[in-house]
């Protein structure tokens, strides 16, 4: 199973930019699904988006569409998520998450996911 090592997290002000990474190691990931999430200070975990490392192609949340993009690097193992426009309301510990499964119809929910990440903390404050 892949070990994953999320970066990238910090303070940004309100309208700026960050992009998070999340580094597999253990296995290859190349034919798994690579989800990103984020859980604010009182609320459940969200799923932003997922991609698949086989050909690329991402779904997003309907809150993500337009300001956050995820891609990816299977040369590196990594995934990316480039963040854009940053509010407040965005801030939240950012965690990367894995599964063999292919698509799923509940895959915004966390546990649809076997293996996950630490996390990376994200602030959006003036």
């Known amino acids: 199973q892949p070990q994953l090592v999320e970066s990238g997290g910090g303070l940004v002000q309100p309208g700026g930019s960050l992009k998070l990474s999340c580094v597999a190691s253990?296995?290859?990931?190349?034919?798994?699904?690579i989800a990103w999430f984020r859980q604010a200070p009182g609320k459940e975990r969200e799923g932003i988006s997922y991609i698949s490392m086989s050909d690329g192609g991402a779904v997003y949340a309907d809150s993500a569409k337009g300001r956050f993009t995820a891609s990816r690097d299977n040369a590196k193992s990594t995934v990316y998520l480039q963040m854009n426009n940053l509010q407040p309301e965005d801030t939240a510990v950012y965690y990367c998450?894995?599964?063999?499964?292919?698509?799923?119809?509940?895959?915004?929910?966390?546990?649809?996911?076997?293996?996950w990440g630490q996390g990376t903390r994200v602030t959006v404050s003036s």
């Open positions: 253990g296995e290859t990931v190349d034919y798994y699904y």
């Open positions: 998450a894995a599964n063999r499964f292919g698509s799923s119809y509940y895959w915004w929910l966390a546990n649809e996911w076997n293996f």
